[in-house]
């Protein structure tokens, strides 16, 4: 039960009627981010005495003058937080540039928090002001006294003071952010002088149009003024209101909240120094949020908790009405000596998969059905329930799909494992811990009943980020996003390395992507792509990941690009985004359009027996994937492999890997850095030998053999390669690519045994053939010897060759690319 229920149960328990129904929608719009004010104080809250000195009557107009002041504080409020935010647009533009005024982070952390804030005291004061207007209106055409305190009456505003305390957590972030905030003002005005005269000129009109000036730092303090003053003018409000009138109950249940929050806030900075460790350093907490944590293959949502010493995982437990609700300890590993480690889980039991899938189908059409009753045709009993149950689906859906594992090993041999959803939330909380474990902290035995109780008041996350709660807004993205992954650079040391790409929003579709795991190089290429349907997105998180056999991957960069449909087309457009030290170039473009419910995982096509034009075309390249991949690792680990290419690897293997690259690219790499390397050898041979037609097309067949018959080893050259440039752009940069590799191959024939003439034996047959079997072009009977031989010294002359071009890989993107390089 959140708070907006319990304050409901409470008003019910007063024998207060329910408002209308405006007042039950916005109760579910904002249940679920309500839940965390439900208060965790052992002590019976006081409240303020009404005023029974005084008439009904005169306590109501007087309620009616505090309102008003109230309306005039909040309007001078949002224009000082109107005046704090005018420069953070300018601040975050110029963090984009070469000579930054502020970094990103360091704008981030001056206005945490604000803009949110700005939000919510913008729709209370929207709200208080439409009810005042109704109410001076009422007045104006009631000309009869009685009408008049009948009007005042009438007027009830204790719901939206009940939804403004609601919000009170987004000020818990902003208080434990704004030392941060003043540290990084003080720091940048004595040593920017830019950023200097911005904070030290900041100016307000006021409503005399007295135009006040102010420091930045000043107007930082004004929310912490503000959040301190809630609970006395929720006290002056509660003394001028009636107890027989409905917004009495809901008054004492949002000062009981404001209280609750204010306790916190005070006991959240005494628990952070309640404990000292051995070292000097006090228990603080450093980071929360909410986590999949699995135990005897059964998930569950949980709570996670870092301290500077400690692991603490609890359990949101609801108490019955009319006691409180509490954490509840679930497990805890100290940090001294805890070793880590993630995986990607993508196996998961068929049926597991079924239900996902089905569950993301349901949410679809029961968001869709909620978006076409915008104007409540179905009823607000329909849409509440239709809420709830979308945010139950939701938490299910958050619980069970998450495949990124991490695993936690205490030295006393206890381990806990870990879900999540992202890679880059997952590598957060892997650097926090690191960086903490690093320190050699000292764990103290922690009282455990003490630091759960705390967790209620010292919690930075409030709950579980929910998707379908939030409001409709036309400027996220909503269709098809496409990312070329092409190169990094900045490498310290030659690597096997792929990019991992999440993009957020609703869990309908797909979230996470990741290119196949280059070659070990300074400078891995893939020229990938991956597309997403999105709906509501904001923001693209892009990894760098290091892998090597038989350890850990590692991620060796990050980064979040914000994805506006303002910044980006149904063109590419070629990017250049910094994760950390390596440099990643990729192109993105977006076609907006309307999603279909999501169905079953697209399966992606075959490559082997299909076209080799429409592979390339498929995959967006010149030369297929597959063929890149195992001429790759050939190289990795097989050039000094004595008969590379004649001795062929197991059929079991080569079929396993045949039916992986027509299933599933990723995992075929993967299997194949693991295979043996004839089978790797093996299945780059099967998939020439499969082409329905062949690498050099048939057509071209008599007029090689022809040029055999020119004896000036340099003039058949020349008519071969003039012959070559006449095939399709996939075909002949791909026997490019393939003919280089094979002159490296022999390169190294005093170890694998290999020479040209080898190699064109073995790959001769497969990558030329003759028109018809058997058949000149003139019907004449031909030796099939004769074909072999042929097909052999067309390869063998090719490869003699030292003046091939190189192979484009790839050159899809350029094209359609816009003039500049942008540089994230």
């Known amino acids: 039960m959140d708070v907006y229920q319990e304050a409901l149960s409470y008003l019910e328990s007063q024998h207060v009627a329910e408002a209308g129904g405006d007042i039950l929608e916005d109760v579910f719009q904002e249940e679920a981010v309500s839940c965390f004010l439900s208060p965790f104080s052992s002590e019976s809250i006081d409240f303020p005495d009404t005023l029974t000195s005084c008439t009904r009557e005169e306590m109501l107009e ?8 109230i309306l005039e504080s909040e309007e001078v409020y949002l224009r000082e937080l109107d005046t704090l935010l005018t420069p953070m647009k300018a601040l975050q ?66 719901d939206l003071f009940l939804k403004m305390v609601n919000s009170l957590g987004l000020y818990g972030g902003f208080i434990e952010n704004y030392e941060k905030a003043v540290e990084v003002v003080r720091k940048c005005t004595q040593s920017n002088p830019r950023f200097r005269t911005l904070a030290e000129s900041m100016y307000i009109n006021g409503a005399d149009k007295v135009r006040t000036t102010y420091t930045l730092e000043a ?31 809901a008054l004492q249940e949002a000062l009981r909240l404001s209280q609750s929050f204010l306790s916190g806030v005070n006991e959240s ?15 603080q907490l450093m980071r929360d949020g909410f986590v999949v944590d699995e135990s005897e293959g059964v998930r569950s949502l949980r709570h996670l908790f870092l301290y500077t010493d400690l692991l603490l995982c609890t359990r949101f437990k609801h108490a019955a009405r009319g006691k409180q609700d509490q954490y509840r300890f679930s497990w805890y590993l100290p940090l001294a000596g805890l070793r880590l480690r993630w995986v990607t889980d993508h196996e998961r039991p068929p049926d597991t998969t079924v239900r996902l899938q089905t ?44 495949v990124y594992r991490l695993d936690l090993h205490s030295p006393s041999g206890k381990s806990h494992t870990l879900f999540f959803s992202s890679l880059y939330i997952l590598e957060e909380w892997r650097d926090s811990i690191h960086k903490l474990t690093a320190e050699n902290i000292e764990t103290i035995p922690p009282d455990l009943l003490t630091l759960t109780s705390a967790c209620v008041k010292l919690r930075m996350t409030q709950q579980p980020h929910l998707h379908c709660s939030e409001a409709e807004d036309e400027t996220l993205l909503c269709g098809t996003v496409s990312v070329a992954i092409h190169s990094a ?47 509501g997105a904001q923001k693209m998180m892009v990894l760098c990941v290091s892998q090597s056999n038989g350890q850990d991957d590692t991620v060796l960069g990050k980064t979040t690009v914000q994805l506006e449909s303002k910044s980006l087309s149904s063109r590419w457009r070629r990017q250049t985004l910094q994760l950390g030290q390596v440099e990643v170039t990729l192109s993105l473009k977006y076609c907006p359009h309307q999603l279909e419910a999501p169905g079953s995982p697209v399966q992606q096509p075959p490559v082997f027996c299909v076209p080799i034009e429409k592979v390339a075309q498929q995959e967006g390249v010149l030369v297929p994937h597959l063929v890149r991949c195992c001429v790759e690792e050939v190289e990795r680990r097989g050039m000094d492999e004595v008969g590379i290419y004649r001795i062929s690897g197991t059929a079991t293997d080569i079929s396993s890997l045949k039916a992986a690259f027509n299933s599933n690219l990723r995992e075929a790499v993967t299997r194949l850095r693991s295979a043996e390397v004839n089978a790797v050898s093996g299945v780059l041979k099967l998939y020439f030998r499969e082409l329905p037609e062949p690498l050099i097309p048939t057509d071209l067949f ?121 540089h994230m």
């Open 62 to 69: 007087k309620k009616l003058a505090v309102l008003r002041g």
């Open 93 to 158: 533009a110029s963090a984009r540039t070469s000579q930054p005024v502020l970094s990103s982070q360091q704008v981030q952390t001056v206005f945490y928090q604000v803009p949110e804030l700005r939000d919510v005291h913008q729709s209370f004061f929207s709200g208080l002001k439409a009810r005042l207007s109704a109410h001076s209106q009422a007045e104006e055409m009631s000309s009869a006294q009685e009408m008049v305190m009948c009007s005042n009456y009438k007027l009830e505003v204790g």
């Open 219 to 249: 107007l930082l303090y004004k929310p912490l003024d503000r959040v301190t003053k809630t609970t006395l003018v929720l006290r002056d409000l509660l003394k001028t209101t009636p107890v027989e009138h409905k917004d009495h109950a």
């Open 269 to 283: 900075s005494q628990s952070k120094r309640e404990v000292k460790l051995t070292h000097g350093m006090r228990r």
């Open 359 to 402: 569950l993301r189908t349901k949410m679809f059409l029961l968001r869709q059905q909620l978006h076409q009753n915008v104007k409540g045709t179905r009823g607000l009993t329909w849409t509440a329930r239709s809420r709830k149950k979308l945010e139950q689906m939701e938490l299910l859906l958050l619980t069970h799909s998450p």
């Open 489 to 535: 650079s900045g490498l310290q040391e030659p690597a096997c390395v792929y990019m991992c790409v999440e993009v957020d929003g609703y869990g309908f579709y797909d979230q996470q992507a990741q290119t196949h795991s280059s070659v070990r190089s300074l400078n891995p290429h893939w020229d990938q792509e991956l597309s997403f349907q999105v709906d």
């Open 702 to 822: 008599q007029s090689l053999a022809k040029t055999l018959d020119i004896q000036d080893l340099n003039s058949r050259l020349v008519s071969m390669l003039s012959l070559l440039q006449s095939c399709p752009d996939v075909n002949r940069n791909t026997f490019l690519y393939l003919v280089h590799h094979l002159q490296r191959v022999a390169q190294r024939h005093d170890v694998n045994k290999m020479t040209l003439l080898n190699l064109a034996t073995v790959f001769g047959p497969s990558l030329l053939r003759p028109p018809v079997a058997g058949l000149e072009q003139n019907g004449a009977t031909v030796d099939i010897s004769q074909e072999v031989v042929i097909q052999v010294q067309v390869v063998f002359s090719y490869l003699q060759s030292n003046n091939l071009p190189e192979a484009q890989t790839s050159a899809l993107y350029s094209s359609d690319t816009e003039d500049e390089t942008t």
